[in-house]
């Protein structure tokens, strides 16, 4: 791609975690912010289209959720779609909109996640938490996700030594950075001792491996790339962005500790971009589980099989480190509001592109890669970014 | 394939006459009480419920039933005969009498870990579970219940639980039924699931028996399967180990118990 990429403009987070605020009250709260953080400023009119990413987590609005957006975002008689991939669909609404400003149709588009989580009793959140495996297999052996993530890590544990150590390391490093950024779910520093006596949920994985269950939205706006420049003198240009599918199941997919769909989504989003890894300098990485975090890491071409052990265990991937990985906390710490969670990985390198991230900041990043996961890793995106 | 009529219920029983016989001599004369022609499903002290999917068929014999000196083993089985089979003498090894008798034939062991508890709570016409309408399962029960799979003569590919598509190529014009092998297989993964960490289809079993593990095991033809772990209390099963699988009663959906099977340790 060139200079003319579409770029983000504008961009907005609420605060993640156990929040008063419904479904509806979220996405207003983020699209406000967003559009009163575009530097000279937006009219809504030329906002030509929207992208709603949501689960629907407990059953809300499952069907039209999308008018819920136009509403809250004062955008009626705009097209909006809900967007739905798991996990993922944060990621695949940002892709959905950055086609859309390319298409040409719309000068600017509206892309915005959410899920309310917390506030369904605790039966129906486990229902929820395992409606995105697979329901007809994986299910019926007695998984969800967590379970799922927990075969995949005993494996990995199994190949690589030190693997448990370095699951720790994830966890520790995470819950460091997410004490920094006043919108995490989780503002607290962990240490090892606290991991050890966690209880177990899905072995090897115990509770600190695991991210929250929190309420949140994200909005982005994206601006074709053109006339970014309009509304900011520092855009964040999308410079590649890739997309991939894998099988539902796990027992479909020939190595349990690669995910195919990362593979495939980096691949195609670095050759748009004709960038190598090499030149990433921030990684937002999908770890809704610390194994995630390693994974990513060697599917996303950072290290090789069993290559994320002392990639992790040296330190690099920490917020002052060679490649610092999640430094908003990650899902682990700040929070994965399920549809919401792609969208604010953006959010995040926004800032940090910027040199807006406060005390987090990651001194002279220029290019950045978010990388989102769909449940078990049916879907995934992958995105990069340049300073604009 | 079966009649979808109501809850599971007792339809008859077998009543055991005299001190229980060494495991290895159970068979239809020692408990049938010289009835050759009680039918249906029976246990030593109550009668337990027949699954739904047997109740209806006329042509179901129980011919045995046995129990594990593990407290989690299977303590029922339930072979379908016809009239014909009366004489079937079978405690052990019915998995190759399942083999010899083909597709038609199926096996029931039941968890006895909780069994009573189990059954005695009511089976929830509503499920907070992912919801698997009765169609659904049944399309299922080749696949998971006799192991069947499908193998393209294009690519060569096996393809398990079987579906509209082959798994290597797409294809579906060149699929052909074949049985995986139910002894063998090697645990690739395995999971141990905290408590309040299962789906919630399976709160009855953790309550009745305690959490329970998973694991990925590798079959043949580069198939896998993911399924729950049974039969072992000392939890002495590893990644790398061998197994076997048998049918066992899976969660309860829609007023029925559903059925698949799972991973046992080769030699118990
Ligand atoms: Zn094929």
């Known amino acids: 791609m060139t200079a003319e990429s579409a770029a983000i403009i504008g961009a907005g987070n609420t605060k993640f975690g156990a929040l008063p605020e419904g479904p509806r009250a979220l996405v207003g709260l983020a699209v406000r912010e967003a559009i009163a953080s575009v530097d000279r400023g937006l009219d809504r009119s030329v906002i030509g289209e929207g992208f709603l990413a949501t689960l629907g987590f407990g059953g809300w609005q499952i069907g039209n959720a999308s008018a819920v957006l136009a509403e809250q975002a004062g955008l009626v008689g705009v097209p909006v779609t809900r967007v739905e991939n798991a996990c993922a669909s944060g990621g695949f609404a940002l892709r959905s909109a950055v086609r859309s400003v390319e298409e040409g149709t719309s000068d600017v588009v509206l892309v915005v996640g959410v899920e309310k989580m917390t506030d369904s009793p605790s039966a129906r959140r486990r229902y929820w938490l395992g409606v995105s495996g697979d329901t007809e297999w994986e299910r019926s052996a007695g998984l969800t996700f967590a379970g799922v993530y927990g075969l995949i890590a005993s494996r990995y544990c199994a190949d690589h030594p030190r693997a448990r150590e370095a699951l720790s390391a994830v966890a520790i490093k995470n819950h460091a950075n997410g004490a920094l950024n006043p919108k995490a779910h989780f503002r607290k520093a962990i240490r090892t001792e606290d991991l050890a006596h966690a209880p177990t949920i899905a072995d090897p994985l115990r509770l600190y491996d695991c991210c929250p269950v929190s309420d949140g939205a994200a909005a982005l706006l994206i601006a074709r790339g053109d006339i970014a420049h309009r509304f900011t003198d520092t855009p964040v240009r999308i410079r590649g962005m890739g997309a991939a599918s894998d099988t539902l199941a796990v027992q479909d997919r020939p190595v349990l500790t690669e995910f195919g769909a990362t593979r495939r989504s980096a691949r195609s989003a670095f050759d748009a971009a004709g960038w190598t890894a090499q030149r990433i300098q921030l990684l937002e990485v999908h770890d809704c589980f610390t194994i995630a975090e390693l994974l990513a890491l060697e599917d996303l071409g950072f290290a090789p099989a069993g290559g994320a052990v002392p990639l992790t265990l040296s330190g690099d991937t920490a917020r002052t480190g060679r490649l610092p990985v999640n430094p908003d906390g990650g899902l682990k710490s700040k929070g994965h509001p399920i549809g919401a969670t792609g969208v604010s990985q953006a959010y995040e390198i926004f800032h940090q592109l910027r040199d807006s991230a406060g005390p987090r900041q990651v001194p002279g990043a220029e290019r950045a890669l978010s990388h989102n996961v769909g449940g078990s890793g049916a879907s995934a995106t992958v995105t990069l970014f340049e300073r604009g | ?268």
């Not at chain 2, 005969?81 to 003498?89: E, H, I, L």
């Not at chain 2, 405690?91 to 038609?104: F, N, Q, R, T």
Request: charged content about 25%; hydrophobic content about 40%.
């Open chain 2, 1 to 268: 394939m079966f009649p979808s009529d109501g809850i599971e219920r007792p339809v008859g029983e077998l009543r055991l006459v005299g001190p229980l016989p060494p495991v290895a001599d159970w068979g239809l004369s020692a408990l049938l009480d010289g009835n050759p022609t009680v039918s249906r499903f029976a246990s030593i002290e109550q009668a337990i419920p027949v699954p739904r999917e047997l109740d209806s068929r006329p042509d179901v014999l129980v011919v045995g039933f046995r129990v594990c000196p593990d407290p989690l083993g299977p303590i029922a089985v339930a072979v379908r005969g016809g009239p014909g089979n009366a004489g079937a003498d079978l405690v052990d090894g019915l998995e190759d009498v399942l083999a010899a008798k083909g597709p038609d034939v199926a096996l029931l062991e039941l968890d006895s870990g909780g069994r009573d508890r189990l059954d005695s709570q009511r089976v929830d016409s509503v499920s907070e579970g992912a919801y698997i309408p009765h169609a659904r399962y049944e399309e299922s029960v080749p696949s998971r219940w006799r192991f069947l799979a499908q193998r393209c003569s294009a690519c060569a590919a096996v393809t398990f639980p079987m579906r509209a598509v082959c798994r290597g190529c797409g294809r579906s014009e060149r699929l052909t039924t074949i049985a995986l092998p139910r002894e063998g297989g090697t645990i690739v993964a395995l999971t141990e699931i905290g408590r309040g960490g299962q789906p919630t289809e399976f709160d009855r079993y953790v309550d009745a028996v305690g959490p329970y593990r998973v694991g990925l095991i590798d079959l043949a033809y580069g198939v896998r399967a993911t399924l729950m772990v049974s039969d072992d209390p000392g939890r002495k099963l590893r990644i790398g180990g061998t197994v076997r699988t048998v049918l066992r009663r899976l969660y309860p959906m829609e007023g029925e118990w559903r059925y698949g099977r799972k991973i046992v340790p080769m030699d118990p």
